[in-house]
């Protein structure tokens, strides 16, 4: 059985959130773990998913949304909440103070528990360009003013992303109290694929589509079915599954993606293999949120770092893959004396492929404080791997 990866709640409570909001939302996400652990899952992370606190809360100054954010902090401490989104300033609309930005590396820094994001493009409203440089100097500020630059990890450019997803930081929420899963499910594209390799119908694409889809039926719907029983005992909203499966470390999705014989990922054959799977996905007619569409990402995945400090996968490689499955740039490593502008510049590929394509994406990116072009990073954190910086 995949790992769950998260429990996300959504809760409709306008910000400010209260105690007894946050108190409400630990005791519903407890019984969600405990209802997964009885099941045989391993249910590694429980997240708590709000409405855009920018949204919320449009005339408090910065100082007052820095307190807001330490006092947020020490409720989720209280019931041992480790993961809360405050959802996107969605710097898209026009009428969006781009100021307001800044105020985002501020709350992160000095906080743990707490992801938030910037929407940079909407299909209503169009990219704005304008918004791109403060939020690329939002990613510098984490980087250098937090340990390792890992604020980042809990930051991200978003662009023509829904709310719903139950993936960090993306996440955010809208409408009814609801439930929403995502799995680590890197492991059931490998184990599909090395089936379908040993089954002999090497080169038929279609064939190995519908064999990962046949895999993901079998090993989510369950999971599924223990959604909506958990979402029903609460009296709250089933949201659906994330199915993008998601990797970590040695559980790679590049090894999935390399055993359909189509060579090593980031060589020719790439996107078709990709795009395969990215099918599989959207035609299982289980009940889907979020991205549902393969993660590549680089400091999360053992062996897609290797493929990166080999140089055979590049950024602009990933974003290519991005136009035909996956959720954008993730976990990107970058020189630690990047300029704002250069971030940026990413940032503006990522909004201008979602927006003209009509998908969500995002960037997550990691300048890397101290390292410069052609070393390896150092990370000491669990979650991520270690590999060349380009």
Same mark, same amino acid.
């Given at each position: 059985?995949?790992?769950?990866?998260?429990?996300? &709640?959504?809760?409709?409570?306008? @910000?400010?959130?209260? /105690?007894?909001?946050?108190?409400?939302?630990?005791?519903?996400?407890?019984? *969600?773990?405990?209802?997964?652990?009885?099941?045989?899952?391993?249910?590694?992370?429980?997240?708590?998913?709000? =409405?855009?606190?920018?949204?919320?809360?449009?005339? #408090?100054?910065?100082?007052?949304?820095?307190?807001?954010?330490?006092?947020?902090?020490?409720? &989720?401490?209280?019931?041992?909440?480790?993961?809360?989104?405050?959802?996107?300033?969605?710097?898209?609309?026009?009428?969006?103070?781009?100021?307001?930005?800044?105020?985002? +590396?501020?709350?992160?820094?000095?906080?743990?528990?707490?992801?938030?994001?910037?929407?940079?493009?909407?299909?209503?409203?169009?990219?704005?360009?304008? $918004?791109?440089?403060?939020?690329?100097?939002?990613?510098? /500020?984490? +980087? @250098?003013?937090?340990?390792?630059?890992?604020?980042? %990890?809990?930051?991200?450019?978003?662009?023509?992303?829904?709310?719903?997803?139950? %993936? %960090?930081?993306?996440?955010?929420? *809208?409408?009814?109290?609801?439930?929403?899963?995502?799995?680590?499910?890197?492991?059931?594209?490998?184990?599909?694929?090395?089936? #379908?390799?040993?089954?002999?119908?090497?080169?038929?694409?279609? $064939?190995?589509?519908? #064999?990962? /889809?046949?895999?993901?039926?079998?090993?989510?719907?369950?999971?599924?079915?223990?959604? =909506?029983?958990?979402?029903?005992?609460?009296?709250?909203? %089933?949201?659906?599954?994330?199915?993008?499966?998601?990797?970590?470390?040695?559980?790679?999705?590049?090894?999935?993606?390399?055993?359909?014989?189509?060579?090593?990922?980031?060589?020719?054959?790439?996107?078709?293999?990709?795009?395969?799977?990215?099918?599989?996905?959207?035609?299982?007619?289980?009940?889907?949120?979020?991205?549902?569409? !393969?993660? !590549?990402?680089?400091?999360?995945?053992?062996? !897609?770092?290797?493929? #990166? *400090?080999?140089?055979?996968?590049?950024? @602009?490689?990933?974003?290519?893959?991005?136009?035909?499955?996956?959720?954008?740039?993730?976990?990107?490593?970058?020189?630690?004396?990047?300029?704002?502008?250069?971030?940026?510049?990413?940032?503006?590929?990522?909004?201008?492929?979602?927006?003209?394509?009509?998908?969500?994406?995002?960037?997550?990116?990691?300048?890397?404080?101290?390292?410069?072009?052609?070393?390896?990073?150092?990370?000491?954190?669990?979650?991520?791997?270690?590999?060349?910086?380009?």
């Amino acid at each position: 059985m995949p790992p769950i990866r998260t429990v996300t &709640l959504g809760i409709a409570q306008a @910000h400010p959130l209260r /105690r007894e909001h946050i108190e409400r939302a630990a005791r519903i996400l407890q019984r *969600a773990g405990e209802r997964g652990a009885e099941a045989g899952y391993e249910v590694q992370t429980l997240r708590v998913s709000t =409405r855009p606190l920018f949204d919320d809360l449009p005339d #408090w100054s910065p100082n007052a949304l820095q307190a807001y954010a330490r006092d947020l902090q020490h409720m &989720l401490d209280d019931v041992e909440i480790a993961f809360c989104s405050l959802g996107p300033a969605q710097a898209a609309r026009p009428d969006f103070p781009l100021e307001r930005i800044d105020v985002i +590396a501020d709350m992160l820094a000095a906080t743990s528990a707490l992801n938030a994001t910037v929407q940079l493009a909407l299909p209503e409203a169009g990219l704005h360009e304008e $918004a791109a440089l403060p939020t690329a100097r939002v990613i510098r /500020r984490l +980087a @250098h003013e937090t340990e390792e630059g890992f604020g980042n %990890f809990r930051f991200a450019m978003l662009a023509c992303v829904p709310p719903g997803c139950p %993936f %960090f930081p993306a996440a955010y929420h *809208a409408g009814p109290d609801s439930l929403t899963l995502a799995l680590q499910g890197a492991g059931v594209i490998a184990r599909a694929a090395r089936a #379908w390799s040993e089954s002999g119908q090497q080169g038929n694409l279609v $064939a190995a589509s519908e #064999w990962v /889809r046949t895999a993901l039926l079998e090993q989510v719907a369950p999971v599924v079915a223990l959604g =909506r029983e958990l979402a029903a005992e609460q009296s709250i909203t %089933f949201g659906g599954v994330d199915l993008s499966p998601a990797p970590m470390g040695d559980d790679s999705i590049v090894t999935g993606l390399e055993a359909f014989g189509y060579g090593v990922c980031g060589t020719p054959g790439s996107v078709a293999v990709s795009a395969a799977l990215t099918y599989a996905l959207k035609q299982t007619e289980l009940p889907t949120c979020g991205y549902c569409g !393969l993660m !590549l990402p680089v400091l999360e995945d053992a062996l !897609l770092g290797r493929r #990166w *400090a080999e140089g055979v996968v590049n950024v @602009h490689q990933l974003l290519l893959y991005s136009s035909v499955c996956g959720t954008g740039l993730d976990t990107i490593p970058l020189p630690g004396d990047i300029t704002p502008e250069e971030i940026a510049h990413l940032l503006l590929d990522v909004g201008t492929m979602a927006l003209r394509l009509n998908k969500p994406l995002s960037a997550r990116l990691f300048p890397v404080p101290g390292k410069r072009g052609g070393e390896f990073t150092t990370f000491t954190s669990q979650y991520l791997t270690n590999t060349l910086i380009h």
